[in-house]
């Protein structure tokens, strides 16, 4: 990677990955309070709505726009041709909605279903607002403007959440917070980039975005069958207390896959898409990336599992404390959830994006058959089926990402084995540790995990592959680590 494009990447990963960790503390103090008010029926309702509105998202034409990303130039036309599509796809999509909310009270057999529905059609009304600009901003890794609008947003997001819960507003809370969200980007970032522009309806010459697209539509929509069929089978068979604690569970559990690794993959798309003729270069970064992002997220996510009982009780109260065993399970599944992410902005910058169809399509085959059996032993058997089953997803990118993306075993190995090895040796010990503390205080047991969990990562990490860690310590100091293999060597 050159000098001028490290210095962007590391500047728009500054901000990006800053704001988000800063957004982040404040969702989550409001999210925690709200959690503590509201009950697990009301998330139980939410995470019902999610189904339907995650299945109608995956059309909002982000992938019309994300092309944008991997061209080259970019024309006033273009923009104004992606803007038409955005308009008409969101458009539609808000009236689909519309129309389909009552037979999805029905088949949930909860009538609030469809006014929560009805009125989360507004979301779709923001977006072309929110994603235009927001392209064109990462197109140029300017990462600071962005930062600032959703710092903004969050604020007022958890404001008008934390209000609402304190207002007796039940489950209607998760619903305006996220409109509150919605909005208040879509006015920040048209105000921040002054997109001031009108839509094209005339779409010829648009034959490359539109095909771009369509496989990223195709793409979101496999994917969103995996993360969300999950919740459609349970729900006629589980009731909504259950439901709300499995929909927690999973969200607690995929914070980092779902908040901090995505951000990253912003950064990394148009920094990938500038080394798009450079295979070999693209695939040295695309590794480097997996080796560090799975080098701080391991220990986090076997960390967490070991240490279930005591995160639920003292974040979550009481009441929730039947989603701990959930978490265990699903936080052991999330390392193959976040190399799968990782697989995304590489394929879509080297101009692959069947290859990330093909292993949503994947997903989309095994992982409803894997729910469908293991629902048969409630919603502890929906976690273990993300467990045993999901891994087969990126192992399948893998393979249609090795040849044309220079990605061989060994190189892979490399990347990942170090902090998968050393996250599982860490884990053991630290279960252990917390199994002698039995008659501390909770806070007082946790910490005590959490201080010798670290301690213990890193010395396991300097005895078995003390390079990485070098390079783990360079990245976050700005320190050049130890050279490491090119894609080609590996």
């Not at 949503?360 to 729910?371: H, K």
């Amino acid at each position: 990677m050159s000098d001028g494009i490290a210095h962007s990447v590391r500047r728009a990963v500054i901000w990006r990955s800053g704001s988000q960790i800063f957004a982040q503390v404040m969702a989550w103090a409001a999210t925690l309070a709200v959690v503590r008010i509201l009950g697990p029926a009301d998330y139980g309702l939410f995470a019902m709505t999610q189904v339907v509105l995650a299945f109608l998202s995956f059309l909002n034409g982000y992938g019309f726009a994300s092309s944008l990303v991997q061209e080259k130039e970019v024309s006033t036309r273009q923009i104004r041709q992606a803007f038409g599509i955005l308009i008409l796809v969101n458009g539609s999509i808000a009236l689909i909605q519309l129309a389909i909310a009552p037979f999805a009270a029905a088949w949930y057999r909860q009538e609030v279903v469809a006014h929560l529905l009805q009125v989360q059609t507004l979301i779709f009304v923001a977006t072309p607002f929110i994603a235009l600009p927001e392209v064109l901003l990462i197109r140029e890794l300017d990462f600071r403007r962005p930062a600032i609008v959703n710092i903004v947003a969050t604020l007022v997001s958890s404001t008008v959440s934390l209000s609402c819960a304190l207002l007796g507003c039940g489950v209607w809370t998760l619903v305006f917070a996220p409109l509150a969200f919605f909005w208040s980007r879509a006015i920040g970032l048209v105000i921040a980039t002054r997109f001031f522009i009108l839509p094209s309806f005339r779409f010829d010459g648009a034959g490359r975005m539109v095909n771009y697209g369509l496989m990223m539509l195709g793409s979101h929509f496999f994917w969103t069958l995996v993360t969300q069929s999950d919740v459609f089978i349970a729900s006629r068979s589980v009731d909504a207390h259950q439901l709300g604690l499995y929909a927690e569970a999973m969200f607690l559990t995929s914070l980092i896959t779902s908040k901090f690794v995505p951000p990253l993959n912003e950064v990394a798309f148009p920094a990938y898409a500038r080394m798009q003729d450079d295979p070999a270069r693209m695939a040295a970064a695309f590794l480097k990336a997996v080796r560090l992002i799975l080098l701080v997220t391991c220990p986090l996510y076997f960390g967490l599992a070991v240490t279930a009982p005591d995160v639920v009780q003292l974040v979550l109260g009481t009441k929730w404390a039947g989603m701990a065993p959930l978490v265990t399970v699903l936080a052991l599944g999330m390392p193959a959830m976040t190399l799968h992410i990782l697989f995304a902005p590489a394929a879509n910058a080297a101009g692959l994006p069947h290859v990330t169809m093909r292993a949503s399509l994947v997903g989309a085959l095994v992982m409803p058959l894997a729910f469908i059996v293991g629902v048969r032993h409630g919603v502890q058997g929906l976690a273990w089926a993300w467990l045993m089953a999901f891994p087969v997803v990126p192992l399948f990118a893998w393979m249609q990402c090795r040849g044309p993306m220079e990605l061989d075993g060994r190189g892979m190995a490399r990347a990942i084995l170090p902090a998968l090895g050393a996250a599982a040796a860490m884990a053991l010990p630290v279960h252990a540790l917390g199994q002698a503390m039995h008659g501390w205080s909770e806070w007082g047991r946790l910490a005590a995990q959490v201080a010798f969990g670290g301690l213990l990562y890193a010395a396991i990490l300097y005895l078995v592959s003390r390079a990485t860690l070098e390079e783990l310590l360079g990245l976050v100091l700005h320190r050049p680590g130890p050279p490491q293999p090119t894609a080609a060597s590996c």
